[in-house]
């Protein structure tokens, strides 16, 4: 045991003494993932602000009088335009400069006043431009509202009341119809998030030390010297997984911490994108389930960057073991975000897979015993036998020597 705790100190010390390297570990990469998801909501905010603001070009061919003026009277801001060429008016759809090309039938008003049962019913046509949003924004606001209020216009006009058509209303008058529980509601959309920033930035975290602190050491010949020192090399091994396993943990948690704290101002920003009004509320047994997992998904992960570091002689070589693993991390991350369907109790047994689904689970208070056991076992067996795989591979001089 005092070997671990020689070496575990002298790894972090290592980080501690060096303010670059607190500063790159501990607060740049936070300070990033904020300002840059507050520089994608405020495009968004920009972008969706200027379609508002934009007055959408539509060609109206054979739009009759009543047409023109129920937007007059409905407040209704176009620039109507009369086509003159079907083929100007699919570029111009194509290029973006016009939004909409609505395509009245012929006597039109006239099929209307003079409709009768087995007559065919009038079809407006409406062509738009999906790519463009300019275009798919004024497609939904015209066929959506628009030519919706200009047919009840017309119906009101042919039936007189059209009270006497409604049968019933659909929550006109019911400001209580929405029923969940806020806090997993809240839980459900923060659980499609963080599980993915949470497990990325744990590998994040540890990969740049972790590196160094093997493949580092034998590239300055510092190894060499630790290697014949009295310190069991079991130790050596233990004590500095367990420094990069705290290193990582700490990390991650000042990165979701900022999150957490900056999500009201990111709220404003990313409206439109979901988060509006999310809180993170967890009960203490949430808390301590989260900081089980995380505990044992930084030790996965130190294990598995100590293991890949062992094998390297320097270390940009360990990088690029590392990296195909940080891939890994990041693509069952996001499969974790758009995973709607409750896995099989087998794929609790898959590790970092059952931990992203096990971190959204507990955030959505929907994890079972079962589920958690499981995945906290696996993790840990996973990470002690990379430990085990490690200790056997210090023992060979042939990888060790730099």
């Known amino acids: 045991m005092k070997g671990i705790r020689e070496i575990f100190r002298k790894e972090i010390a290592r980080v501690v003494k060096d303010k670059k390297m607190l500063f790159s570990v501990f607060l740049l990469p936070a300070l990033l993932m904020v300002g840059l998801m507050m520089l994608i909501g405020n495009l968004q905010k920009n972008m969706m602000v200027d379609i508002d603001n934009h007055i959408p070009v539509i060609y109206a061919e054979r739009f009759p009088e009543s047409f023109q003026k129920f937007l007059e009277t409905g407040g209704y801001t176009y620039d109507l335009r009369a086509i003159e060429s079907e083929t100007v008016v699919k570029d ?20 209307i006043a003079s409709y009768q049962k087995g007559d065919e019913i009038p079809q407006i046509k409406v062509y738009y431009n ?10 939904r606001e015209v ?15 042919r039936v007189g009341d059209l009270e006497q058509l409604m049968i019933f ?39 740049g030390i972790g590196t160094d602190m093997i493949a580092g050491e034998k590239e300055r010949g510092t190894m060499a010297s630790l290697l014949v020192s009295p310190v069991k090399r079991s130790s050596i ?32 920003t990313l409206s439109g994108m979901g988060t509006e009004g999310l809180k993170l509320s967890i009960t203490f047994g949430q808390g301590a389930m989260l ?38 991390v990041l693509v069952i991350g996001l499969i974790s975000m758009f995973t709607n369907q409750e896995p099989s109790t087998g794929a609790f047994c898959i590790p970092l897979y059952n931990s992203a689904i096990v971190l959204k689970n507990i955030l959505s208070h929907e994890v079972t015993a079962l589920q958690y056991v499981l995945t906290l076992t696996t993790t ?13 591979a210090f023992d060979r001089e042939t990888i060790m020597a730099p």
């Not at 459900?188 to 540890?206: D, N, Q, R, S, V």
């Not at 840990?380 to 056997?392: E, N, S």
């Open 169 to 207: 209303t659909v929550n006109t008058d019911n400001p209580d119809m929405i029923v969940q529980d806020e806090k997993k509601a809240n839980g459900k959309e923060l659980g499609m998030m963080l599980p993915y920033f949470i497990t990325i930035l744990l590998f994040a975290g540890a990969m």
């Open 291 to 328: 900081a089980g997992i995380l505990i044992a998904l930084a030790f996965l992960y130190a294990t598995l960057i100590v293991l890949f570091s062992v094998f390297a002689k320097s270390t940009k070589e360990a990088n690029t073991y590392v990296m195909p693993a940080y891939i890994l």
């Open 143 to 157: 066929t959506g509202t628009v030519l919706e209020s200009y047919r009840q216009t017309l119906l009101a006009g």
């Open 130 to 139: 999906p790519s463009e949003e300019y275009s798919m924004s004024a497609f």
């Open 237 to 268: 091994v233990l004590g500095k997984v367990f420094a990069l396993m705290i290193i990582s943990g700490i990390s991650s948690l000042i990165y979701v911490a900022v999150m957490v704290i900056s999500m009201p101002l990111m709220s404003g």
């Open 380 to 392: 840990l067996i996973c990470g002690v036998v990379l430990t085990g795989v490690i200790v056997k």
């Open 92 to 111: 111009e759809l194509t290029s973006g400069q016009a939004d909409l090309w609505l395509q009245f039938p012929e006597n039109f008003e006239e099929s």
